[in-house]
């Protein structure tokens, strides 16, 4: 996965040797609450991130320590049933949106997305420029409270 490439290059050259070996490298995975589909490939995904190993001297981290947060409005357990081991041991965690951050597509049936629709969902969603503006406010500042290296999106326009 091109996420797993962009770990492995991350240079900490400036970095002492000693913080180096101590980091871990945390990712922030934002998933779409619309589908199943898309949680499935998220798993997948945070599965290979998670076993990334940081032989490379270069890597980000020296002692192969990636933690991964679901950010959604899935219900959790479709992702905590798939990581049991690496949620006890701290590598992974979910966080459960209240309000989700997109609508994914509006589909008239199973092939069939409604354009206007899934727009009209969506600005409704995501309200005035002020509440998207404090939205992601709100997701910076979490995001920088816990220190996260990288942020990947699975189709959640808002967290772009």
Same mark, same amino acid.
């Given at each position: 996965f091109? @996420? /797993?490439? %962009?770990? !492995?290059?991350?240079?900490?050259? &400036?970095?002492?040797?000693?913080?180096? #070996?101590?980091?871990?490298?945390?990712?922030?995975?934002?998933?779409?609450?619309?589908? @199943? /589909?898309? %949680?499935? !490939?998220?798993?997948?995904?945070? &599965?290979?991130?998670?076993?990334?190993? #940081?032989?490379?001297?270069?890597?980000?981290?020296?002692?192969?320590?990636?933690?991964?947060?679901?950010?959604?409005?899935?219900?959790?357990?479709?992702?905590?049933?798939?990581?049991?081991?690496?949620?006890r041991s701290g590598r992974f965690a979910y966080r459960r949106l209240k309000t989700p951050l997109d609508c994914g597509g509006i589909q008239a049936d199973a092939f069939k997305v409604e354009p206007r629709e899934t727009l009209r969902t969506y600005w409704q969603l995501a309200g005035e420029e002020g509440a998207r503006r404090k939205a992601i406010e709100r997701e910076v500042a979490w995001l920088a409270r816990e220190q996260f290296c990288f942020v990947c999106s699975d189709t959640v326009p808002l967290a772009c």
């Open positions: 091109f @996420l /797993g490439l %962009a770990v !492995r290059r991350m240079s900490t050259a &400036r970095l002492p040797s000693e913080v180096r #070996g101590q980091m871990t490298t945390k990712i922030a995975y934002y998933c779409t609450g619309h589908g @199943l /589909g898309h %949680a499935t !490939r998220v798993i997948e995904v945070c &599965r290979s991130l998670l076993n990334f190993s #940081g032989d490379d001297e270069n890597a980000a981290t020296t002692n192969g320590e990636v933690s991964v947060v679901v950010v959604s409005s899935l219900p959790s357990h479709i992702f905590l049933t798939a990581f049991v081991s690496e949620a």
